[in-house]
């Protein structure tokens, strides 16, 4: 049974002063936001800087005690159309790298290419089993597959496990008919590289992923499904498993209304224990509210269960975002993560952390 307001130890909570004093340092500071277009050029660039403060509830060991993080992130696009009709952009995205949600990293750099064929991509960018999958909406600070996990806990994986932001090609293709299909080639997926044991390094080769999506009208609705599938070749020296990893999901939307659930199969993959077999089922809700007092919000609600051969855990989360003022973004999320292992037992945990982004 999930407890979703437990009791915060003292010793891991931080007062409402500090909290508030915390907060009112991400006010705005002085700096200039760019863009510039002439003639099918265009160019601009966002700075974003942020302030977080979190509350933590476990039995578990923390990874990080402290109670405070702050990130930079910066996010630079170019692109110019041609006579012919096709785009050609590069895309620069930069941060201080303290996110843990998937979706608020910052290293990604790419050119791109879009015609009416599709979209054409080389660089770090994540790939089409991620891009074109349905799952369990998120939000805020990512929630399941969020910064809880910079505490305590894992993340769900939300769909296949994939090469992330390794450097690859990638071919998407325009919708047609409600379909969407996807390609990615990476030569090599690599984590952890300044590891002394070849064995706590990734190291995968002749990476592909590969995404299909189809849309379609249901009366009033809007449904889907998604399929993803990840393949790879484990270095030896890692004695890891292959990639080998897929999942299907499916989304239903209606006005600001989305639900997404998805079921995903990692297997072994990339893992040094055989027979693990990591299954997970998500699901989850969100909601896009109308302008309150002039500004948008979402919010969003997201379970997932995982098991395997050693270890189960569950997650349930809300978020919630918020535009405060001009530039000015607001986000929460609540996290109970419960965990059994036959190393460790029975373990819990419940993470608050709040945010604010100013946008530039």
Do not use: C
């Not at 930069?94 to 599709?118: C, P, Q, W």
């Not at 080639?185 to 189809?214: C, H, K, L, S």
């Not at 190393?343 to 709040?354: H, P």
């Amino acid at each position: 049974m999930y407890n979703i307001l437990p009791s915060f130890s003292a010793r891991h909570v931080v007062a409402p002063l500090v909290i508030a004093a915390t907060l009112l340092s991400a006010s705005p500071v002085e700096a200039k936001r760019f863009k510039y277009s002439n003639d099918g050029f265009e160019a601009w660039a966002r700075l974003a800087l942020s302030s977080q403060v979190s509350a933590l509830d476990t039995n578990m060991r923390a990874r990080d005690s402290s109670n405070w993080n702050g990130d930079a992130s910066l996010r630079l696009n170019l692109r110019w159309i041609s006579d012919n009709a096709l785009t050609y952009g590069l895309r620069v995205e930069y941060d201080s790298n303290t996110h843990t949600a998937e979706d608020l990293k910052r290293d990604e750099i790419y050119a791109y290419m879009v015609g009416s064929f599709g979209r054409l991509e080389v660089g770090e960018q994540d790939g089409p089993a991620d891009r074109l999958a349905f799952h369990a909406p998120i939000t805020a600070l990512g929630q399941i597959r969020g910064d809880f996990s910079r505490y305590v806990g894992s993340q769900a994986l939300l769909s296949a496990y994939d090469t992330s932001d390794a450097a690859k090609l990638i071919f998407l293709s325009a919708p047609m008919k409600g379909w969407r299909y996807g390609v990615s080639y990476a030569p090599e997926y690599t984590r952890n590289q300044d590891a002394v044991d070849p064995r706590d390094r990734t190291r995968q080769r002749n990476a592909m992923e590969f995404g299909v999506q189809y849309q379609q009208d249901i009366g009033e609705w809007v449904g889907g499904l998604s399929g993803g599938y990840v393949t790879g070749d484990s270095d030896a020296s890692t004695q890891r498993a292959d990639l080998d990893s897929w999942s299907v999901g499916g989304e239903l939307r209606h006005g600001r209304f989305t639900f997404g659930t998805a079921y995903v199969w990692r297997g072994d993959s990339n893992l040094r224990t055989a027979n693990y077999d990591q299954e997970e089922v998500n699901m989850g809700v969100s909601w896009r509210g109308r302008k309150w007092q002039g500004r948008k919000w979402r919010a969003a609600l997201s379970a997932a269960s995982v098991t395997s051969s050693g270890r189960d855990y569950d997650l349930l989360g809300v978020g919630m975002s918020m535009e405060v003022i001009r530039h000015l973004h607001w986000r929460a999320d609540l996290v109970q993560y419960n965990e059994t292992s036959l190393l460790n037992g029975k373990q819990r945990a419940t993470v608050f952390i709040t945010e604010l982004e100013l946008r530039i």
